[in-house]
């Protein structure tokens, strides 16, 4: 017998006279048979420790969505100063009118940054930017820029998926306890 086997037996027997006690105990709770009893007890067991485990998994991914959306954030927000850095110098030259099309843009997109959906859409993000860029006649966001925001944007969507997979295993776990329940 292995070191790992004789571990697993000498923990069986450890819990053996707990788990029989709260077979008994179920079972005087609730009237069921020893057999219900104890597959209730496994069945329980088995479930609360699935949902703890995605619970805990969810909250881990939906902590890295939101490292990865303040990160997001903070490229936008480069982005935006190094736009309106450029109006603030047009209008220093005088260059600037007041119909500017760059200009009503920046307002759009500072308007727009604050909606959660704007994040899901890079499409549009970069709609606005190639407009800006092609109103003033030069690049504004680097390449290095774009790459940053192209692998946020793909990382937010690919962690909502793992989160909405988690949350599909959750309430299949939960329907499966309850199958195996009524069975």
């Known amino acids: 017998m292995t070191k790992f086997q004789q571990i697993l037996t000498d923990l069986q027997a450890f819990f053996s006279p707990l788990r029989t006690w709260i077979i008994d105990k179920i079972s005087l709770i609730t009237g069921f048979s020893l057999n219900f009893s104890e597959k209730l007890l496994l069945y329980t067991f088995g479930l609360v420790i699935v949902v703890f485990l995605f619970q ?4 881990k ?18 982005i935006l100063y190094l736009v309106a850095k450029a109006e ?9 009118s007041a119909e500017n099309p760059s200009l009503a843009m920046l307002h759009s997109l500072v308007d727009s940054k604050d909606n959660p959906n704007y ?3 890079k499409e549009l993000f970069k709609t606005n930017i190639k407009k800006i860029e092609q109103t003033r006649g030069n690049t ?22 793992f989160a909405k997979v988690i949350l599909i295993l959750q309430i299949l776990s939960i329907i499966g306890y309850i199958y195996l329940l009524v069975k």
């Open 56 to 59: 805990l998994i969810k909250n």
């Open 61 to 78: 991914i939906k902590k890295r969505a939101l490292t990865l959306k303040k990160q997001l954030i903070e490229v936008y927000d480069k």
């Open 88 to 96: 603030y110098i047009q209008k220093q030259k005088g260059s600037a």
């Open 119 to 121: 994040f899901n859409s």
């Open 140 to 161: 504004l966001v680097s390449e290095e820029n774009r790459k940053q925001i192209n692998h946020r944007h793909e990382s937010i969507l690919k962690i909502n998926f």
